[in-house]
T-cell receptor, first 114, second 114 residues
Framework: AQSVAQPEDQVNVAEGNPLTVKCTYS??????LFWYVQYPNRGLQFLLK??????LVKGSYGFEAEFNKSQTSFHLKKPSALVSDSALYFC????????????FGAGTRLAVHP | GAGVSQTPSNKVTEKGKYVELRCDPI?????LYWYRQSLGQGPEFLIY????????DSGLPNDRFFAVRPEGSVSTLKIQRTERGDSAVYLC????????????FGNGTRLTVT
């Protein structure tokens, strides 16, 4: 069965420190992988995606993610966290080719402290 | 420009009643999706429209749920004989046709069945 796991319910980090939000997946074939972010009282927003090519993909707001095929992981990273990065982050592999049928993880709440 | 608009933002209904949730996608987006997000969970796929037709409705939980998009723009999700377990945030998203294009989500309709 195809699945995605975000092992941490919450990640706490001090402002200015690097952050990592973990994601592992189990999907058939070559995976298309996405990260979305949900700010309080706002809709889900696209952050970045991996389709093919370079294993390190860059996205919005200084975020990047590293695709690791052997470990079936797609961890989200940022070199220096901001308080405004505090939000709920979702990892989402694509289930079907051709359209955006995504399977979302349960989400990881990122709390950045001043 | 205008984003995805969902109305109402909140809906409280009694068990057994019928409800309609409306989604107005971004102009020019041919693909439209409904997802459902239960408390503490990531969004779950319900249905995908390409134009006027439902190309994939495999995520609809049962035959009480139905969705239409008669003119290829606005979509309505209809739930008959609502149950308390239907309480969730119903998210609509739209995108350009291909899966490389990210989803643009609305703010959702929070449905509470009492």
């Amino acid at each position: 069965a195809q699945s995605v796991a975000q092992p941490e319910d919450q990640v706490n980090v001090a402002e200015g420190n690097p952050l990592t939000v973990k994601c592992t997946y189990s999907v058939s074939g070559n995976p298309y992988l996405f990260w979305y972010v949900q700010y309080p009282n706002r809709g889900l927003q696209f952050l970045l995606k991996y389709i093919t090519g370079d294993n390190l993909v860059k996205g919005s707001y200084g975020f990047e993610a590293e695709f690791n095929k052997s470990q079936t992981s797609f961890h989200l990273k940022k070199p220096s966290a901001l308080v405004s990065d505090s939000a709920l982050y979702f990892c989402a592999p694509l289930l079907s080719g051709g359209y955006n049928k995504l399977i979302f993880g349960a989400g990881t709440r990122l709390a950045v402290h001043p | 420009g205008a984003g995805v608009s969902q109305t109402p933002s909140n809906k409280v209904t009694e068990k057994g009643k019928y409800v309609e949730l409306r989604c107005d996608p971004i102009s020019g987006h041919t693909a439209l999706y409904w997802y459902r997000q239960s408390l503490g969970q990531g969004p779950e796929f319900l249905i995908y429209f390409q134009g006027t037709g439902a190309a994939d409705d495999s995520g609809l939980p049962n035959d009480r749920f139905f969705a239409v998009r008669p003119e290829g723009s606005v979509s309505t999700l209809k739930i008959q004989r609502t149950e308390r377990g239907d309480s969730a945030v119903y998210l609509c998203a739209s995108s350009l046709m291909d899966h490389n294009s990210p989803l643009h989500f609305g703010n959702g309709t929070r449905l509470t069945v009492t």
